[in-house]
């Protein structure tokens, strides 16, 4: 159930609102308005007079409505009407009159218009015009002439939904902290449907100018890309010429001037204004000294390979700054995906969004690398021949999703850890697609017998438990691929099998075997240790205890949160 707040402040507001309630509806869409409660039970509806004019009726409602505000005159507040829409979800049961009638009540002594018995509360009517919803209408004057005590009242009214939907058994949706995107109006979803749109306006432009903040490197790409999408650009200049913030439109929406309709930044979404674009811009422009040239394809995942690092053992800061990045990424993903899975993609994408704004402020330092790994990607489109370069990023992009739901559960953020859950199972669909397709050309290209026997005795040795699982797993044979090309590029296959099975436990992987081929293909591909370095390592590990090693408190082991199965 969603309750939402609109103050009215124009002069008439009560009679434009209650004009509303009891019309037609911008596209016919209101039938049999009615009246289901009023603050005294008995108010004028003009809804059901079949004994006189709706009009009458409805002119003698409007001015019972405003006797509080007219008393006061000139010291009327400002917002005169408070309208609040409540609805139910779709597959909801069917409320009576008289149940929503109930949840008005309720509704209104949570906003504080009308506390439970107070007979001096604001006068208010609840409208209803269709089976799935109903408009409160409410003027903003107390009938002993004082202002209503509403502070916080969308927060109030969104907790009293939350024990509503208990109490009828309604769909029960997340609670929010006030950082969620804001979701069109009905009005914008008639006017989108009336120009041929899908989706509304602002979504496509927050879509648009989400996409624009993660691909470009700096202010001036940003908005140049916006241009090349096709979205035009306000400035919002200071006294001094600069910039101070920017409005967004799509040339074909329009007014009935014919002029675009702009909408704020931060009106898209509250981490779209200006000063937050140039924020996350900054995390991709250039430094003075000159990054290392590399596999874009190695350098991205190396990157998000560190995101369940940070969001298990870094600071809360940090933590949201990797989910920034991370939504970033997923962004960028469907733009440089195969045309088979680019749907699934954007609809992770847009899951995912919810999950990267939380009341946590973010720390955007350590994200650099996996910003500008990305980007290569979508910029110079590097080759990726067996697919596995992309596979392999998926795969690590799928796991940091599942550690960031776990992240916002742990710091009980509702609605992001639905978000991520979300996004996580088209990931997964996607996933499929893609990494079947890649292991099989792998396993086809399977070692000799007696190599791969040899393996088989390291993993026995290593991970006893686990080995009877990787060595039955369909993608078994595409692992010992991977560890014969690792041992080819002059790596010692055990030591990097070694440090594929310590990097995460396996005992939620779906696919052992799976997992860690995506984890030796990666740590096969950077650059093998010489010959001084390997001859140091095996004195090392020849001095190291032969026991495994407990963690302290002070540093535990990541563990695989639940969800994510491979």
């Not at 007079?49 to 006797?67: C, E, G, Y």
């Not at 979205?231 to 074909?252: H, I, M, Q, W, Y």
């Not at 422009?285 to 290392?292: F, L, M, N």
């Not at 733009?335 to 720390?363: G, M, N, W």
């Amino acid at each position: 159930m969603i309750p939402k707040i609109i103050l009215g402040s124009v002069p008439d507001a009560t009679r434009r609102t209650i004009g509303y309630l009891f019309g037609k509806g911008r596209a016919n869409e209101h039938i049999d308005p009615h009246l289901v409660a009023s603050w005294n039970g008995f108010a004028p509806d003009p809804g059901r007079s079949s004994h006189r004019d709706p009009k009458d009726a409805m002119a003698q409602l409007v001015a019972q409505l405003d006797q509080p505000v007219k008393m006061l005159g000139d010291k009327a507040p400002k917002d005169t009407v408070w309208h609040c829409p409540v609805r139910a979800a779709p597959e909801d049961p069917i409320l009576t009159d008289t149940q929503w009638a109930d949840i008005a009540r309720r509704i209104v002594a949570a906003a504080g218009i009308a506390p439970d018995g107070d007979k001096e509360g604001c006068r208010w009517v609840a409208v209803r015009h269709a089976d799935d919803h109903i408009h409160i209408a409410a003027t903003l004057v107390r009938q002993d002439g004082r202002r209503p005590e509403r502070g916080y009242d969308q927060r109030a009214v969104q907790r009293e939904a939350r024990e509503i939907e208990v109490d009828y058994g309604l769909r029960r949706l997340k609670q929010g902290d006030g950082t969620g995107s804001k979701r069109p109006t009905s009005k914008e979803h008639f006017k989108a449907k009336r120009l041929g749109q899908e989706v509304a306006t602002r979504d496509v432009l927050r879509l648009r100018v989400r996409r624009a903040v993660a691909a470009a490197a700096d202010e001036a790409e940003f908005f140049a890309l916006l241009e090349a999408t096709g979205v035009t650009v306000r400035l919002k200049l200071g006294p001094s010429g600069d910039a101070l913030g920017c409005n967004f439109a799509l040339p074909e929406d329009t007014n009935d001037k014919g002029e675009p309709v702009f909408y704020a930044g931060s009106t898209l979404s509250p981490d779209l204004s200006l000063p937050k674009i140039r924020k996350s811009l900054a995390t991709t422009s250039p430094e003075p000294t000159a990054v290392r040239a590399g596999d874009p394809w190695q350098q991205a995942t190396a990157a998000a390979e560190r995101i369940p690092h940070h969001l298990s053992r870094s600071d809360e800061k940090v933590g949201q700054g990797q989910l920034v990045a991370l939504g970033a990424t997923l962004e960028l993903l469907p733009i440089t995906a195969p045309p088979a899975v680019k749907a699934e993609l954007q609809q992770a994408a847009l899951a995912f969004e919810r999950a990267t704004r939380s009341r946590i402020a973010a720390d955007l330092d350590s994200t650099r690398v996996l910003r500008r790994g990305v980007q290569a990607i979508w910029r110079e489109r590097p080759q990726d021949g067996d697919g596995s370069g992309f596979a392999m990023l998926l795969d690590t992009v799928l796991t940091a999703v599942a550690f960031a739901m776990h992240w916002h559960r742990t710091h009980r953020h509702a609605q992001q850890e639905a978000a991520a859950e979300q996004a996580l199972v088209h990931l997964q669909i996607t996933y499929g697609q893609i990494a079947e397709p890649v292991l099989a050309g792998l396993a086809q290209r399977a070692p000799s017998l007696q190599m791969k026997q040899r393996f088989a005795r390291h993993l026995q040795q290593a991970v006893p438990d686990h080995a009877e699982r990787i060595l039955n797993d369909p993608a078994w044979d595409a692992l010992t691929t991977v560890l014969a090309e690792a041992e080819a590029a002059g790596h010692n296959a055990a030591t990097v099998l070694d440090q594929a099975l310590g990097q995460r436990p396996l005992d939620n992987a779906h696919s052992p075997a799976r997992a860690l081929t995506w984890r030796v293909r990666r740590l096969g591909e950077r650059h093998a240790p010489g010959p001084r370095a390997q001859a140091a390592r095996a004195r090392s590990a020849a001095q190291r205890p032969t026991g495994p090693i407990p963690p302290t408190a002070a540093t535990p082991p990541p563990q695989a949160p639940p969800g994510r199965r491979r």
